[in-house]
């Protein structure tokens, strides 16, 4: 199970640069949406209440959904960093071991 987690760590670029990718893609739906609320905010009350309610729809769902969908990409980012931890702690261990291996039986720890 180790070996598994320690090849599927090497894949950390992805996971941050997947994540930035989720980030930049909410902030760029925020920023649509707030421009499609400020529209359907500059109509009279009238004529919102009476043929805009798509819209209003439209502008009430993505603010449902797009905290949770920030959430997941900075989870992503959060994660790549942990693998890239990982990935550091293997190398420091196999240098360690490679180390160890270098030196004469009598001198080596137990």
């Known amino acids: 199970m ?6 599927i760590a090497r894949m950390y670029p992805l996971f941050i640069l997947m994540g930035f990718m989720i980030v930049v893609t909410a902030f760029v ?7 499609a609320a400020a529209a ?9 209440e009476t043929t805009l309610m798509a819209q209003r729809a439209t502008i009430e769902s ?6 949770y969908f ?3 990409g900075i989870g992503f980012i959060l994660s790549g ?3 890239a931890l990982r990935v550091i702690i293997d190398a420091l261990k196999g ?3 490679q180390v160890l291996a270098n030196l004469p039986e009598g001198k080596r720890p137990v």
Do not use: D, T
């Open 81 to 83: 960093i942990v693998m």
């Open 2 to 7: 180790q070996k598994l987690i320690g090849k």
């Open 62 to 67: 993505v603010g449902l959904w797009l905290p």
């Open 95 to 97: 240098a360690g071991n």
């Open 29 to 35: 739906v925020g920023y649509l949406n707030s421009q």
């Open 40 to 48: 359907y905010f500059a109509e009279s009350k009238v004529v919102r």
């Open 70 to 72: 920030k959430f997941l």
